[in-house]
Structures are given as structure tokens and as C-alpha cells.
């Protein structure tokens, strides 16, 4: 019984150590990609189309929360820079998918989008609660968000 609270009090020290470290890498490994166009407007500068739908996408972020409860995403960062797919689905040809998406924007610029093949088919609007309806498309379906120092929350259902 000692041994196993001793390993228990080991794994978790571990855990937060390795936590710690991974938190430093990102804050001073890589770099956000600065806000060039004010605090007003919340359209890209530097990350083209052609990264968000790219197949390779890369970010960093510092306070990010995730969570997931049955079919509701909640996603918040104090601060992200890159491309990062939130979600994605296998979309049928004849299938009507439907999505209430709500983005508030608090800093830097930002643009959360649909990708299906290669393309952005549909951007959600920011600083608003929308009804998304995807159709007429197959194969994978990602929800892409694309961020210049953003400040950001996200609900999906």
C-alpha cells in the first residue's frame, strides 16, 4: 500500500513536470504570428487560404480548455497563432449536415472555416451564433480555425 501511494506521488510529480515543459516549449519554441491590421479587424494578414486547407497544418497556443460533453465542443485560447481542425466528420453526397456554431473573438485575427476536399466551402461568421447547414459534399469534412494572435471562444453543437 506505501509503495503504491509512493509510485502514485512519483507519476504525478512526473506528470506535472512533463506539463511544465511542455508549456515552456510552446511559449518560447515557436512564435505567434503577429496582429498587423488592429485591434478592430479580425481579418487574416499572413495565413493564406491555401494553409488552411492544406493537408499539413501546425499551431501554437498558451490557455487553451477543450471540452467535449456528448455532441457540444467548448474551445478557448487567451492566444493562437497557426491552423488547428477543431472537428471534423465523414460527409455522404446526400446527407444534410447541421451545425450551431458561436465564435466571439476577443483579440488578434481569425477565420474558422469548413474544409472538404482541398477547399474551404463554407466560412462561419465571427462574433456571431449561426445555424451551419453542410450538403452536396462527400469524403472528410474538417472545421478548421485559423489564428494571428487570437484571443478566442468557440461553442459547436
Given at each position: ?29 515557436f ?5 498587423t491590421n ?11 487560404e ?22 457540444v ?11 488547428k481542425?477543431?472537428?471534423?466528420f ?29 477547399a ?6 465571427i ?27 468557440i461553442?459547436?453543437?
Amino acid at each position: 500500500m506505501k509503495k503504491r501511494r509512493i509510485l502514485s506521488a512519483y507519476i504525478a510529480v512526473l506528470l506535472i513536470a512533463l506539463t511544465n515543459v511542455s508549456v515552456l516549449c510552446s511559449c518560447f519554441l515557436f512564435k505567434h504570428i503577429e496582429d498587423t491590421n488592429g485591434e478592430e479587424d479580425f481579418s487574416l494578414c499572413s495565413i493564406t487560404e491555401e494553409q488552411i486547407y492544406s493537408n499539413s497544418t501546425s499551431h501554437v497556443e498558451i490557455g487553451a480548455v477543450s471540452i467535449r460533453k456528448g455532441n457540444v465542443l467548448n474551445y478557448s485560447v487567451k492566444k493562437f497563432s497557426g491552423v488547428k481542425t477543431l472537428t471534423k466528420f465523414t460527409a455522404g453526397a446526400s446527407n444534410i449536415y447541421a451545425f450551431t456554431i458561436s465564435v466571439a473573438a476577443a483579440a488578434g485575427n481569425l477565420r474558422v472555416c469548413f474544409i472538404n476536399n482541398g477547399a474551404i466551402i463554407y466560412d462561419v461568421k465571427i462574433g456571431a451564433v449561426e445555424l451551419v447547414k453542410i450538403s452536396d459534399v462527400s469524403g472528410t469534412c474538417e472545421l478548421r480555425v485559423a489564428g494571428e494572435s487570437a484571443a478566442f471562444s468557440i461553442t459547436i453543437s
